[in-house]
Nanobody, 116 residues
Framework: QVQLVESGGGLVQAGGSLRLSCAATGSIFSVNTMGWYRQAPGKQRELVAEITSGDRTNYADSVKGRFTISRDNAKNTVYLQMNSLKPEDTAVYYC??????????WGQGTQVTVSS
């Protein structure tokens, strides 16, 4: 059984930084794209950033230049370094992993709150 274990969320003041981590455990093979999504109250879940197995990255326009996604393939872990945080970044952040045969897994979510 595959589990995604997220950590690193919390409360931070505007302008601060947080680093999210998501580790995929269990019988997971050939991890392809790993990514982060977020969902604010009353809004749809949206892509924040994703990274392919070839380290190609894609970012939402709203986070370009402030957030950096990276991965450690040996640990099946994806990271999201978030700098210059803004109150509008407040949301529940979800990790998503796509593996062999397009198997898709989601983390349980971690709350990020940015105070003004």
């Amino acid at each position: 059984q595959v589990q995604l274990v997220e950590s690193g969320g919390g409360l931070v003041q505007a302008g601060g930084s947080l680093r999210l981590s998501c580790a995929a455990t269990g019988s997971i093979f050939s991890v392809n794209t790993m990514g982060w999504y977020r969902q604010a109250p009353g809004k749809q879940r949206e892509l924040v950033a994703e990274i392919t197995s070839g380290d190609r990255t894609n970012y939402a326009d709203s986070v370009k230049g402030r957030f950096t996604i990276s991965r450690d393939n040996a640990k099946n872990t994806v990271y999201l370094q978030m700098n210059s945080l803004k109150p509008e970044d407040t949301a529940v952040y979800y990790c998503k992993v796509v593996a062999r045969f397009m198997s898709t897994y989601w983390g349980q979510g971690t709350q990020v709150t940015v105070s003004s």
